[in-house]
């Protein structure tokens, strides 16, 4: 489980997250979305441990977390449209280093299973420079799922993806979520969201403005909140 | 936290064994500066006692440079910086990772280098070699410790090929002074007495050196 308490960014004394609080219960999938400036990747990285908020607090599976909570970084996995990937190692190589800095048990075993899920398990040991863009944003949900994390969080995970490369990230997802997985998504992608999400959030200017859950909303009528949403707040 | 160390450093032996980029580009610079000083100095061996502990220290510090240029240059590739600070480990640990691995490749270079200029030279070293492995030791910690450091944070600049030495080379003139000065006087065939002096605060830098960006580095990240 995921709580934002208040949660609020300012830098060089410039908020970019007004407080916002709200509650991502077990298994869920949420997707943010908003315009550029809304301040999604800060909301991402805020969650994500990876810079500490200004105000507010996070908590993560009922712990108080913060970015010095490094055993709370491992109920987190990041999936970023940077794949945190070294061109240089094999895929292999990849998931040994993130898998020893996780301290994840029977690591071979783990690195299998995880490159099978994935589809990848004939490139092993390939260097990811030979990857299509597709294959590297595939090794990428390998190694966030590797340490076996309960929340994940994926920054606009479709930058540079083709349709091919999208169904298999969305099929990966599904059942990454029927695990019982919690996903939080930052994406511009709305209909994807529609389609994968339980809940949608839209923010604007730091600010959430729409948080509702999917059921029985249609693309075209999301697409017409969106629109005077975000339109409203432009103008 | 030992975990997250050693994978650190592993990877980035592993990627230097693949790519060669940090130790090839510090033997060639080294090499050139060996062949640049040996055309361009007539030396006789009263002179090379001189000079060469100051070209021996020259060649490391240059070339120290670009291996730790590189470094934090490979991070930024695919964000892969935000994936270490994202490991579950306090983040001092990819400072320690770091600086052993770059002290290791520095060490590397000058096992080879340091010979070559004695070969090059044709030079016959008559001090304590012990002497000189523990002065060389010593000031190679401390300047690779805040060389990291430095390295870290000119990485988040666009200029950091330009801002690292920039930084670098003033905050570490005292090291390089207490080691070329040490490094001369084992050359003259000195013995620990009167290198004690330079050694000890070649010492307080060290600590120095590595107590403030371990007390600073997490917060460098978060800059």
Redesign the interface.
């Known amino acids: 489980m995921l709580v934002a308490e208040q949660l609020e960014k300012s830098i060089g004394g410039k908020r970019i997250i007004h407080p916002i609080s709200f509650k991502v219960t077990r298994g869920e999938f949420v997707t943010v979305l908003g315009p550029n400036g809304a301040g999604k990747s800060t909301l991402f990285k805020l969650l994500?441990?990876?810079?500490?908020p200004s105000k507010g607090k996070i908590f993560i599976n009922g712990s108080k977390a913060t970015?010095?909570s490094?055993?709370?970084?491992?109920e987190?996995g990041?999936i970023?449209h940077?794949?945190?990937?070294?061109?240089?190692?094999s895929a292999l190589?990849n998931l040994k280093?993130?898998g020893?800095?996780?301290?994840v048990c029977d690591l071979d075993k783990r690195i299998k299973e995880v490159l099978r899920f994935v589809g990848l398990q004939l490139y092993i040991h390939d260097p990811v420079r030979t990857y299509s863009r597709g294959m590297q944003q595939r090794l990428s949900i390998a190694?966030a799922i590797l340490h076996n994390p309960s929340i994940l969080f994926l920054d606009e995970p479709y930058t540079g993806l083709d349709q091919h490369a999208i169904q298999i990230l969305n099929s990966v997802l599904q059942s990454l979520n029927k695990d019982n997985r919690t996903i939080f998504m930052i994406t511009h992608n709305y209909e994807e969201a529609l389609t994968l999400s339980n809940r949608l959030i839209v923010l604007t200017k730091g600010k959430v403005v729409y948080d509702a859950d999917t059921s029985g909303i249609k693309a075209e009528d999301f697409r017409r909140i969106y629109l005077e949403l975000v339109g409203s707040e432009k103008s | 936290m030992i975990n997250a160390l050693k994978a650190v450093i592993w990877k980035d032996i592993i990627m230097e064994y693949k790519t060669k980029q940090m130790t090839s580009s510090m033997l060639v610079f080294s090499g050139l500066v060996i062949v640049i000083f040996g055309f361009a100095f007539e030396l006789s061996i009263e002179v090379l006692h001189k000079v060469l502990p100051g070209m021996i220290w020259v060649a490391m510090i240059f070339s120290s440079i670009l291996g730790l240029n590189r470094s934090f240059m490979l991070e930024k590739n695919n964000d892969c910086m935000q994936g270490m600070l994202l490991l579950p480990c306090d983040r001092t640990i990819i400072f320690l990772g770091k600086f052993c691995a770059n002290f290791l490749f520095v060490l590397l270079t000058q096992i080879i280098i340091v010979p070559g200029f004695f070969v090059f030279f044709d030079y016959r070293f008559q001090g304590g070699l012990g002497l000189l492995v523990l002065i060389l030791l010593v000031g190679t910690i401390g300047f690779i410790a805040i060389g990291t450091f430095l390295a870290a944070l000119a990485s988040n600049s666009r200029m950091s090929d330009m801002l690292l030495p920039i930084i670098l080379f003033p905050i570490t003139v005292p090291l390089i002074i207490a080691g070329v000065q040490s490094t001369s006087l084992i050359f003259q065939g000195q013995g620990f007495d009167a290198i004690s002096q330079w050694f000890y605060l070649m010492l307080v830098f060290d600590v120095i050196f590595l107590v403030i960006p371990y007390m600073l580095f997490d917060y460098v990240m978060e800059v």
């Open positions: 994500s441990l990876a810079t500490q970015t010095l490094s055993n709370l970084r491992k987190i990041v970023s940077h794949t945190f990937l070294y061109d240089n190692l190589e280093f993130y020893q800095a996780y301290q190694r």
